[in-house]
């Protein structure tokens, strides 16, 4: 198992960008793809690390199956005011450089790349687990239907009363572990 901050979160270095998370996730696979001691390479994510790992998933074929928390079934909100998301990237500090982005039209970009309803439609025969909260005050329980509709092999679980912090919520902990149990011979 491996776990690991975004860059711009926690104590990893860096800004938040769309496309430097998608090329952190990226790395976390290469990383355990290249260990002999790893038999396959499943992701869980929470949130925006939920929709890109299953942005993710289509396109790399070494990830076997995907569990999403709370997981946005699109950044078009996001895309629709920039300026708004910058500096409220700035305010949550995954954003901490000056001047960073140095091309704000670039950055702005880069969340056009994540289509998570359209990479959940290819997910072909891999298994996805879609796990929403049902009081989420950020992600609506709209999101994790989309997402669930769009992919065939997938399962929805609905938590009553979570918030958007399911990460934390037991019942959702345990789905997640019985979740990949079942997957893993």
Do not use: Y
């Not at 708004?84 to 950055?107: M, Q």
């Not at 092999?153 to 959702?172: K, N, Q």
């Amino acid at each position: 198992m491996l776990t690991f901050n975004f860059r711009g979160c926690g104590t990893s270095g860096g800004d938040f960008s769309i496309g430097g998370w998608l090329d952190d996730l990226r790395a976390a696979v290469d990383f355990l793809d290249d260990r002999s001691d790893v038999a396959s390479v499943w992701i869980a994510g929470s949130s925006l690390g939920g929709a890109l790992a299953v942005s993710l998933a289509p396109e790399d074929p070494r990830v076997r199956g995907v569990a999403t928390l709370a997981a946005p079934a699109s950044l078009r909100d996001w895309a629709s005011n920039p300026v708004r998301l910058l500096a409220h990237s700035r305010e949550v500090g995954v954003v901490k450089t000056a001047g960073f982005p140095s091309d704000e039209a670039a950055w702005t970009r880069e969340l056009g790349l994540v289509d998570p309803v359209v990479a959940a439609s290819k997910f072909e025969a891999r298994p996805l687990l879609v796990m929403q909260g049902d009081a989420d005050e950020v992600v609506s329980p709209d999101d994790a239907r989309a997402l669930a509709d769009a992919c065939p092999t997938s399962e929805l679980r609905l938590f009553h009363g979570a918030g958007h912090r399911l990460r934390h919520d037991p019942r959702a902990v345990a789905c997640l572990a019985g979740w990949m149990a079942r997957q893993l011979p």
